[in-house]
């Protein structure tokens, strides 16, 4: 029945990420126990004070259609939130909040791409930025970089990557999948090749930002006032915040770009949920130092996961400095046959993981790096300790 449905949808990936978790479920659903190590999603409770405020929400009779691009008091404790913590001036024009930060990204990529502009992505990237560009008639380009250099793409390799065509540079910093973090000299180095090429827009996806080791110090791109007005900044509350399920992510970006969002989400969603709004108000208000223990937990288990890991032949692991995942090179395995089973690429490996480990990851291929998988350290010190003891078993073969 496919060919009744569009090109556009047919064209597109399904999440690997979701993919992963729901075949988890299914398996656990069918009585095998399986330890989800898949989604990028805290196994932390929200807060006590933001579900108190949605409460409260709820009981001051919050249920009407909100302004299509958020509530005046959110983009208020956004526009707040962007001077405190990234020294960033935004006013309530340049401000959206949408269902999510993957309806900010969504958005930007609709309200800005034409049919064949290229956007430059360096890998690995975020398993939604491609299909994203693709669904608004983008072309991904995919620039590789390398474990030995952090993961992170240098200034010669953004320079090459650049076309005629190239309309925007999307990345995440602390990166999803890798962890890596731009330094601000890192990105300066970069916005100096962009000032080369004044059409290409930024875009700097931040929503890791509070879940940062302390070795590098998170920037902004929009912080260089040559980069400004070209760059869009994403963030959210899903991660730092224990808050994936109530759908809450917005931008800050120039003026003409925010009106677009708007005008295309006022036919899409109508904006975003109204309680869900009025929590978030409360969460970037009050201090991110309230929710610090959560990342020092993190930090625990980071130090937790690479130490296990390390003791496993064949992994080989980078450092990461913010976000909660690990992406392990695994080429090591590559061609090798263990317990009847030839393990050909990343894809295979995260497979062989799952059916004779019990343990779902996913495979760096929906990143654009299958040298590699990558495994969510969001999961109890317990299921960590478990999870990389069954891993090492069935490597044993
Ligand atoms: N960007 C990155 C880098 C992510 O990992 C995620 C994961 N959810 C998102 C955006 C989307 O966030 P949200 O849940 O707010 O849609
Ligand atoms: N961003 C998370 C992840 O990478 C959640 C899943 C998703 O939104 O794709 O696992």
Same mark, same amino acid.
């Given at each position: 029945?496919?060919?009744?449905?569009?090109?556009?949808?047919?064209?597109?990936?399904p999440s690997?990420?979701?993919?992963m978790?729901a075949?988890?479920?299914e398996l656990?659903?069918?009585?095998?126990?399986?330890i989800g190590?898949s989604?990028?999603?805290?196994?932390?409770?929200t807060?006590?004070?933001?579900?108190?405020?949605a409460?409260q929400?709820?009981?001051?009779?919050?249920n009407s259609y909100?302004?299509?691009d958020g509530y005046?008091e959110?983009k208020d404790a956004?526009?707040?939130?962007?001077?405190r913590?990234?020294g960033?001036?935004?006013?309530r024009?340049q401000i959206v909040?949408?269902?999510?930060?993957k309806?900010s990204?969504?958005?930007?990529?609709?309200?800005?791409l034409n049919?064949?502009d290229e956007v430059?992505?360096?890998c690995p990237?975020?398993?939604?930025?491609?299909?994203?560009v693709?669904?608004?008639?983008?072309?991904?380009?995919?620039v590789?970089t390398?474990?030995d250099n952090?993961?992170k793409m240098t200034?010669?390799?953004l320079?090459?990557a650049?076309s005629?065509?190239t309309?925007?540079l999307?990345?995440?910093?602390?990166?999803n999948?890798?962890?890596?973090?731009?330094?601000?000299e890192?990105?300066r180095?970069?916005?100096d090749?962009?000032?080369?090429h004044?059409q290409i827009?930024?875009?700097?996806d931040e929503i890791?930002?509070?879940?940062?080791?302390g070795?590098t110090?998170?920037?902004?791109? *929009?912080?260089?006032?040559?980069?400004?007005?070209?760059?869009? =900044?994403v963030? /959210?509350? @899903?991660?730092a915040f224990?808050?994936?399920g109530?759908?809450?992510?917005?931008?800050g970006a120039p003026?003409?770009?925010a009106?677009?969002?708007n005008?295309?989400?006022g036919?899409v969603t109508?904006?975003?949920n109204?309680i869900a709004q009025?929590?978030?108000?409360?969460?970037l208000t009050?201090?991110?130092s309230?929710?610090?223990?959560?990342?020092?937990e993190?930090?625990v288990r980071?130090s937790l996961?690479?130490?296990?890991?390390?003791?496993i032949?064949?992994?080989?692991c980078?450092?990461p400095?913010g976000?909660f995942?690990v992406y392990p090179?695994?080429?090591a395995?590559?061609?090798?046959?263990?317990?009847?089973?030839?393990i050909?690429n990343?894809?295979?490996f *995260?497979m062989?993981?799952?059916e004779?480990?019990?343990v779902? =990851?996913v495979? /760096?291929? @929906?990143?654009?790096n299958?040298?590699?998988?990558r495994?969510?350290y969001?999961?109890a010190e317990?299921?960590?300790?478990?999870?990389?003891k069954?891993i090492?078993?069935?490597l044993?073969g």
């Amino acid at each position: 029945m496919s060919e009744r449905l569009s090109e556009r949808i047919n064209n597109v990936t399904p999440s690997a990420t979701l993919e992963m978790a729901a075949k988890a479920r299914e398996l656990r659903a069918a009585g095998k126990d399986i330890i989800g190590l898949s989604l990028g999603e805290p196994d932390f409770n929200t807060p006590d004070y933001i579900k108190e405020a949605a409460i409260q929400a709820v009981n001051e009779d919050y249920n009407s259609y909100t302004p299509v691009d958020g509530y005046v008091e959110l983009k208020d404790a956004i526009i707040t939130k962007f001077d405190r913590d990234n020294g960033l001036r935004y006013e309530r024009s340049q401000i959206v909040v949408s269902t999510g930060a993957k309806q900010s990204l969504y958005n930007v990529a609709q309200v800005i791409l034409n049919k064949g502009d290229e956007v430059i992505l360096p890998c690995p990237y975020w398993v939604s930025y491609s299909d994203i560009v693709k669904l608004a008639d983008g072309v991904p380009v995919e620039v590789p970089t390398s474990i030995d250099n952090d993961f992170k793409m240098t200034p010669e390799q953004l320079e090459a990557a650049i076309s005629p065509k190239t309309k925007m540079l999307w990345y995440s910093s602390p990166c999803n999948p890798s962890g890596s973090i731009y330094s601000k000299e890192e990105l300066r180095a970069l916005a100096d090749v962009l000032q080369k090429h004044p059409q290409i827009i930024v875009v700097s996806d931040e929503i890791y930002e509070h879940i940062n080791y302390g070795v590098t110090a998170h920037a902004s791109m *929009a912080e260089f006032e040559d980069m400004y007005e070209r760059t869009v =900044t994403v963030n /959210g509350v @899903a991660k730092a915040f224990a808050m994936t399920g109530w759908r809450i992510g917005y931008i800050g970006a120039p003026s003409y770009i925010a009106r677009a969002c708007n005008k295309l989400q006022g036919q899409v969603t109508s904006g975003a949920n109204c309680i869900a709004q009025r929590a978030v108000i409360t969460a970037l208000t009050e201090s991110p130092s309230r929710i610090s223990y959560m990342v020092d937990e993190f930090k625990v288990r980071r130090s937790l996961i690479l130490g296990l890991l390390n003791g496993i032949d064949g992994f080989k692991c980078n450092s990461p400095e913010g976000a909660f995942y690990v992406y392990p090179d695994v080429t090591a395995y590559f061609g090798k046959t263990i317990n009847g089973v030839t393990i050909n690429n990343a894809s295979d490996f *995260a497979m062989y993981l799952l059916e004779h480990a019990n343990v779902a =990851t996913v495979t /760096g291929d @929906a990143f654009g790096n299958g040298a590699s998988i990558r495994i969510s350290y969001a999961a109890a010190e317990k299921e960590i300790r478990e999870a990389i003891k069954r891993i090492k078993n069935a490597l044993a073969g």
